[in-house]
């Protein structure tokens, strides 16, 4: 079987748990602090389908960890601190994907061929999620970041160039100019992860 193909099958649980925990802990973390959107519009739930968003999932295989889910809709509105619990919900998700990352990676101390295989990328999907959120690109969760840390006027201009932003970043991803840098990233994060599970 051709490798690439091979890969891909291999990525799909990668392809679809990263992206659906990430949107679900994203739903569940708004409802927790008072948030009943999520829940009206199904998303507090671990089916995939209500995640799936196929342009995410498509470009989170090709970029190699550059993608998302469908965005979960919150509202502050009855949030106690918006400011803070808005900075919980854009930032825990992530945290999360590191967390199941690390578990993933530990994993594979007692499996081999295969399986260890698709727990590598498991793994390797979760982290790559995690970082390429903190880029100030539309969808990814720093947006969200900005939009409460930035002054108002700031994160208006900002938001006049996002769409710009984010076609200038996608068209250099693709052209492979920042697909080793992140890769780079993501493995450095895979080896601290493995190396500090050897510790414990």
């Known amino acids: 079987m051709d490798n690439y193909l091979m890969a891909f099958i291999l990525s799909i649980p990668g392809l679809i748990v990263a992206p659906t925990l990430h949107e679900f802990v994203r739903a569940l973390a708004s409802t927790a602090l008072g948030d009943d959107l999520p829940k009206k519009q199904g ?30 809709e919150t509202s502050g509105l009855y949030y106690k601190n918006r400011k803070r619990d808005s900075l919980i919900v854009a930032i825990l998700p992530s ?49 969200k970041v900005l939009a409460v840390v930035l002054p108002a006027n700031k994160y208006f201009t900002y938001l006049q160039y996002e769409k710009m932003i984010q076609m200038i970043f996608l068209f250099l991803l ?27």
């Open 43 to 72: 998303r507090l739930t671990l089916n995939p389908v209500k995640h799936f968003e196929p342009i995410g999932f498509l470009l989170l295989f090709y970029s190699g960890g550059f993608g998302w889910g469908k965005p979960v």
């Open 95 to 143: 945290v999360v994907n590191l967390i199941l990352g690390m578990v993933f990676l530990s994993l594979t101390r007692w499996t081999d061929g295969v399986l260890m295989q698709i727990l590598v990328y498991l793994c390797y999907y979760n982290v790559g999620i995690a970082v390429y959120n903190i880029l100030p690109v539309s969808p990814m969760d720093c947006v």
């Open 174 to 200: 693709f052209l492979g100019f920042f697909g080793g840098v992140f890769q780079g990233i993501i493995y450095g994060i895979m080896n601290f992860l493995g190396q500090a599970l050897f510790i414990l």
